[in-house]
């Protein structure tokens, strides 16, 4: 079910319009090619809102664009009227033309003009160079007029252009007039062309003309939203309610405003898209950056830095191509959803057989992270792999415990991930419950009943775990994830050692698959082990480290159990009844964990720990918890709505200066986006951890604190609710990722940036003043970063500091005083530049160190190290 | 207040005067939950018998040590009527630290926040006896035995409330008084007191933003840059750039520390570099050994070591544990006694929890009362403090599958720790906020 299918409907919301113009400034290496295509539409549309902001820029019709701020609300809605792009492949001369068509739309029909009609009519126009007379009639001939107006009289045909355009009724002199026309059947004279010449009779700057203004701004919003497939236009049925709506609107902008939102909260619970302010344009509170720009592209970056590895040179011109803000984003989320997933075992096994390793080596866990890193730099699918990352960060395993004799069960595993990072959480609660890594890893792999007469008693590892971390967490809470209490303010817990015991006896009888060459079902409990990887694989069977645990019934316990209890719950009382087989007994567990009240706020907030920021407000993850419970189809734990309604919700767009919003950069994502920033480049063309062979020991843990699967426990790098000393914890807030800034790493990474981006030489270069591969053997893997956009900038701190904020925080203005200040004497202890006899190496060696000292500096700054 | 200006200046405030005479502390973190009943074992013939059963000896899925293969340690007071106790085999490397009085057992210790019998722990609910919150849940005990509050707002550890008491023992510019290795920790977190964190490396390496030319401006540069981020507007982007601020004040001073001090023949350079707690302990004593041209007083060390959550193959992967757990304490006394320190640096062990005594299959799960050791010159050692439980199931103080509550609390432990580190009586409440329910509030197993 998707936005499309919604249909339009009154609503209740009210914003106030307080527009803002301006021109979005060049970007590097983004050239206005259609700066000077006036886009009549675009700039008439709003003019009612607009104020102060001069010719030259309202003109840039492409990248002019209006902000409507709701009232009372930290909800800005931009807009970017762009219609080039929104009316997608029309020649473009009939751009000229689609504002009069609009207004024949709205005068005549009463309505906004469909995306296919307005295209097709100004192509009509401009081939009778202009003349709107000579289309005017065959305009006027259609079923829809016949259907919804064939009633009326002529006098009420002419009453209704007055009403359709200027919201009153004809003064009684010119509706004579016309109605004496139409009825005289002289040549030229349709209610078409009354239309026309009603419209052109508008004064400039007019009652009448503020009205029609705003009345095609919403039309133009409508068919951006077409466009966009955020809406349909579904013909006559829809063309009447349109017009109902269209005619509320009146020279009052909040009139304007009102009618906008209803065409998208239509209360239509059949839709994913209504749990959250899904806005016409951007929902954002970054406002105008300093040069009195909507930050369009800052807001675009920091989306791209939530949903991504990081943003590439270009990324954002592309998510920006067609159309800006949260339909942009929306439209971004939705293509991510289609790509294929990237998955890492098979890359992972042609990397092992190129080097010609054993696959059960530690050094596989090695290649193994070389291939995450190939993944996140290249992979097209960044959204489903930023949240499997996400969900290796709840689901752990790691290869510092069970797993570490089996690389490739663990890069199986991520891919388990991977494959359900979209999908739905109760098959990914399954899936790694089934695995052999998870089963290992937290030991439900050889659980087993107890035997009569003795002490044994099943393993309660997994069913403590697996409630306490995967599900529903240690306490009860409310649906806003903040915790229910107890008469005297204390927490209630969620499970107590019963419910363990419970769990643990209904985890028994699984253990690995049967052996490739076994006939399933024949292992035996007791005997049954891992396979080496290279044996199954080469005779042709597929090893049981890349399947999911089989079931042995008899060393499963069958007896009753009486799991968690609440209201509604599955199964019936919680209660798994006598006799159940152990694959059902699991299915039932998991999905009496899963319609537990508390796993949709549990989850839902991690992921937006994970994502976005480390304390989201109450109403933020209630609005991501209502999305997990339902997605608008009746569906629970749908992934892909969880992750949208995360990334479009208005607290993923902050103010500016806001204190506690956003997070700290988890440690590895930093250095990927500095990679990916940067266009990070190896002679070799892979990306390893080789790139951090400078001057740790070759293994992102050891710099970081951070690397895929490696954590030190089950409870992840860090907690969610983790707090530092100092004012943090003061204020009652957390910060999982400070966790590991711990002094030991700090000086690391200070060596590792350093290293990066101030010492290591250009590729190719011979230059022995950049102490080039001082570290490093194989380097093939080394990674470079590519600063030769930079390069002419070095004599201009401050276009150099411009590019580089822009490059990094996607707008030119984001770095403190203090910061561009320590930049300056940075870039000045290197002299004003060589004499101008100096040879061109001199030259380049000043200038490599003054760009590579800037960004060194960049990188390490507090500023960056905040998403 | 300027926004961070705390984790500026954590070591501004005096507290108490300064004081001539050094200690230190050293905990070690069992990370995991150490399996205490395979780590001291019944040894005399009915306790034993009763442990064997209990744990399956025999059985596939059992987790009973042999008999045969315990080290048997005496008592000079302590324990269970008559009963005796051994070590596990492979901690033979503190059955002679034990037996010359320098260690010192704590049978059964764990998180209470008021003296709780079985009566008491299963009627809890209906009468409101408090205990300690998620039990048996590896944070939660991990935080409640570092924070010693109830558990529900455990942001400073008791060690950290220790040593804000003690800002004026050690120089301005020098070192901070807590430092772990390789972790932050709780334990040592105060509400002034921002502990610094070591590498594993122990190498003292210095950021590598010290080359070249222009290293000096550089590096002033990056100084101003953290220095200044308390201006920012963003509370994380301040915590940054403190901790940054933290790592250039105190990478030059621990750098040229480590690097000039002595070789220490039991925890000796040639050792390799590494995250064992054998080299962990390493830093820790050079350190110590550096203490004096350091100015300090008083410090506090935590060091730890991982994978204690013996869930599966308890028996092969716990004695591998415990071996290295005894050879890096056996070394580090003795490198207290080369530096001549020992009566000075008192070492204890911390845990999540004990286990169950029940076996999983092939391992135990978590539990509550457990094992824990201290170590020193100031040990009253070869003394077992407090009972041992009877091993078997609906003892005394047994609540299902093998779990048992604690004979004594965290807070009075650690009481007595902090007593001996000079902590007065009426300042121990703010360490150990729940000493007051305990009638004994010194277990005396320090001088």
Not at chain 1, 731 to 750: N, Y
Request: proline share 6%; aromatic share 10%; glycine share 10%.
């Amino acid at each position: 079910m998707n936005a499309a299918s919604r249909r339009i409907n009154k609503n209740t919301r009210f914003f106030c319009s307080q527009a803002t113009w301006g021109s979005r400034r060049s970007r590097p290496g983004g050239q206005d090619h259609t700066g000077n295509m006036p886009n009549a539409l675009a700039l008439e549309a709003a003019s009612a809102a607009h104020d102060g902001i001069d010719d030259s820029d309202r003109h840039n019709g492409d990248r002019a664009r209006a902000s409507l701020k709701q009232c009372g609300s930290q909800i800005i809605l931009f807009f970017v009227l762009s219609m080039l792009s929104a009316l997608g492949p029309a020649p473009s001369l009939a751009q000229d033309f689609i504002e009069d068509v609009q207004k024949m739309y709205i005068a005549y029909y009463g309505r906004p003009g469909d995306p296919g009609g307005l295209t097709f009519w100004s192509s009509k126009i401009r081939e009778a160079n202009g003349d709107l007379t000579l289309i005017a009639e065959n305009f006027g001939n259609s079923k829809e007029f016949t259907d919804r107006f064939g009633s009326l009289s002529d006098s009420e045909l002419v009453d209704n252009i007055y009403l359709q355009l200027l919201g009153r009724s004809a003064d009684p002199e010119g509706l004579n007039f016309y109605v004496g026309k139409l009825q005289s059947n002289e040549p030229g004279w349709s209610l078409a062309s009354i239309a026309l010449r009603i419209i052109d009779g508008v004064p400039r700057g007019s009652a009448d003309d503020s009205l029609i203004d705003n009345r095609l701004e919403f039309a133009g919003t409508f068919v951006r939203a077409v466009s966009d497939g955020l809406l349909t236009y579904e013909g006559d049925e829809q063309a009447s309610a349109l017009s109902s709506i269209l005619s509320t609107v009146t020279m009052d902008p909040d009139s304007l405003t009102n009618a906008i939102s209803s065409i998208y909260n239509d209360g239509d619970s059949d839709n994913v898209v209504d749990v959250y302010d899904l806005c016409p344009s951007t929902s954002t509170g970054i406002g105008v950056d300093s040069t009195g720009c909507p930050a369009v592209a800052l807001d675009a970056f920091r989306f791209l830095s939530q949903s991504t590895y990081g943003v590439r040179p270009g990324d954002i011109d592309a998510l920006l191509r067609n159309g800006t803000g949260q339909l942009a984003y929306d439209r971004w989320l939705k293509e991510q959803a289609k790509l294929p997933p990237t998955l890492s075992l098979k890359l992972v096994i042609d990397e092992i057989r190129r080097q010609g390793v054993a696959s059960a080596t530690a050094e596989v866990h090695g290649i193994r992270t070389d291939v995450w890193m190939q993944i996140a730099m290249t992979a097209e699918d960044q959204l489903r792999q930023r949240m499997a990352f996400a969900l290796s960060q709840i689901f752990v395993i790691s290869d510092q415990g069970a797993p570490s004799k089996y690389p490739l069960m663990v890069a199986d595993f991520y891919d388990t991930l991977i494959a359900h990072a979209l999908g739905n959480y109760r098959d990914l609660f399954e899936a790694v419950t089934l695995h052999p890594a998870m089963g290992l890893y937290l030991s439900m792999m050889g659980n087993r009943k107890s035997l009569p007469g003795t002490t044994l008693r099943p393993d309660e590892n997994y069913a403590r775990e697996s409630m306490q971390l995967f599900s529903i967490g240690l306490s009860l809470l409310n649906q806003d994830g903040t915790r229910v209490e107890d008469a005297t303010g204390a927490e209630i817990p969620t499970y107590g050692q019963a419910e363990v015991s419970s769990f643990a006896r209904t985890f028994t009888g699984w253990n690995w698959a049967c052996w490739w060459y076994a006939t399933e079902g024949s292992c035996n409990f007791e005997e049954v082990s891992g396979e080496n990887y290279d044996g199954a694989d080469q005779n042709g069977g597929t090893s049981n480290q890349v399947k999911p645990m089989a079931h042995y019934e008899n060393y499963h316990d069958s007896d009753e159990k009486q799991l968690l209890t609440y209201s509604g719950v599955t199964p019936i009382g919680g209660v798994i009844p006598a006799g159940t087989d152990g694959p059902r007994a699991l299915g039932m567990a998991l999905d009496n964990l899963f319609y537990h009240p508390n796993v949709p706020p549990f989850i839902s907030r991690q992921l937006i720990q994970r994502l976005v920021t480390s304390n989201p407000s109450p109403g933020y993850v209630q609005r991501v918890a209502d999305m997990f419970k339902d997605d608008g189809t009746g569906v629970r734990g749908n992934l892909f709505a969880v992750a949208r309604a995360i990334l479009l919700d208005p607290e993923a767009r902050p103010q500016p200066g806001a204190e506690k919003a956003g997070k700290l950069k988890e440690p590895l994502l930093k250095v990927l986006q500095t990679w990916r920033a940067f266009n990070g480049r190896t002679a070799n063309g892979r990306f390893t951890t080789q790139a951090f062979c400078c001057p740790g020991a070759g293994d992102p843990r050891s710099v970081l604190g951070q690397s895929p699967n490696q954590s030190p426990s089950v409870f992840n790098f860090y907690s969610p609710f983790y707090s530092p000393g100092g004012e943090i914890a003061q204020q009652g807030l957390v910060s999982p990722e400070m966790q590991l800034a711990l002094e030991s790493l700090l000086g690391q990474q200070l060596s590792y940036y350093a290293v990066q981006s101030i010492w290591r030489s250009r590729p190719n270069s011979s230059d022995e003043l950049l102490p080039d591969d001082k570290f490093h053997s194989g380097a093939g893997d080394l990674l470079h970063l590519d600063f030769s956009p930079y390069i002419d900038m070095a004599g201009e701190p401050d276009a150099l500091m411009n590019a580089l904020s822009e490059t990094l925080f996607g707008d030119s203005d984001q770095l403190s005083p203090q910061l561009r200040d320590g930049i300056r004497r940075l870039m000045d202890a290197y002299g004003p530049g060589p004499s101008p006899d100096a040879d061109s190496e001199q030259v380049e060696i000043w200038q490599q160190r003054r760009v590579r000292e800037a960004v060194f500096l960049i990188l390490v700054s507090p500023e960056f190290a905040v998403q | 207040m300027a926004a961070g200006s705390t984790s500026f200046s954590p070591y501004a405030y005096a507290q108490m005067p300064a004081l001539a005479d050094y200690k230190s502390l050293v905990c070690v973190f069992l990370y995991g939950g150490n399996d205490s009943w395979n780590t001291l074992v019944p040894y005399s013939q009915a306790e034993y018998s009763a442990y064997a059963r209990s744990r399956g000896l025999g059985e596939t899925w059992g987790l009973a040590l042999e008999r045969s293969q315990l080290l048997p340690i005496t008592s000079d007071a302590g324990g269970s009527d008559g009963a005796t106790y051994a070590l596990n085999p492979n901690l033979r490397a503190l059955q002679p630290l034990y037996d010359s009085g320098r260690l010192a057992i704590i049978p059964s210790v764990g998180p209470l926040l008021e003296p709780t019998t079985k009566e008491q722990y299963v009627d809890a609910k209906r009468t409101g006896h408090r205990l300690p919150v998620q039990l048996f849940s590896h944070n939660n005990q991990q935080d409640q035995w570092q924070s010693l509050n109830d558990g529900t707002d455990g942001r400073t550890g008791w060690g950290g409330r220790m040593v804000d008491q003690y800002e004026s023992a050690n120089p301005v510019g020098s070192l901070p008084t807590a430092l772990a290795v390789g972790t932050q920790s709780l334990l040592i977190t105060g509400n002034r007191s921002v502990p610094l964190v070591l590498g594993y490396s122990g190498e003292g390496e210095l950021p590598l933003i010290t080359w070249g030319a222009k290293s000096s401006v550089r590096g002033q540069i990056l100084k101003d840059i953290f220095t200044s981020s308390s201006e920012l507007s963003s509370i994380y982007g301040r915590a940054y750039g403190g901790a940054n601020m933290r790592t250039l004040r105190y990478t030059e001073v621990l750098g040229r520390t480590l690097q000039s001090a002595p070789n220490i023949p039991s925890l000796p350079d040639f050792l390799p570099a590494g995250a064992g707690l054998k080299q962990q302990l390493r830093s820790v004593a050079k350190l110590i050994a550096m203490r004096e041209q350091l100015g300090m007083t008083r410090q506090l060390f935590f060091v730890s070591m991982g994978g204690f959550d013996n869930h599966d193959a308890l028996m092969t992967d716990h004695p591998l544990l415990l071996q290295q757990l005894g050879d890096a304490m056996q070394s580090f006394q003795g490198a207290m006694e080369e530096l001549d320190v020992a009566k000075s640096v008192t070492l204890f062990t911390s845990s999540d929890f004990g286990r169950t005594l029940t076996s999983n299959g092939d391992g135990s799960d978590h539990g509550w009362a457990g094992l824990q050791f201290v170590m020193g010159g100031s040990v009253r050692g070869r003394r077992m403090y407090g009972s041992y439980p009877i091993l078997e199931l609906d003892s005394e103080s047994e609540i299902g599958s093998g779990i048992f509550i604690p004979g004594f609390s965290a807070d009075q432990y650690a009481a007595t720790l902090a007593r001996w580190f000079g902590v007065p009586n009426d300042l121990l409440p703010s360490i150990a906020p729940n000493l007051e329910n305990f009638s004994v509030r010194n277990l005396e197993f320090l001088a």
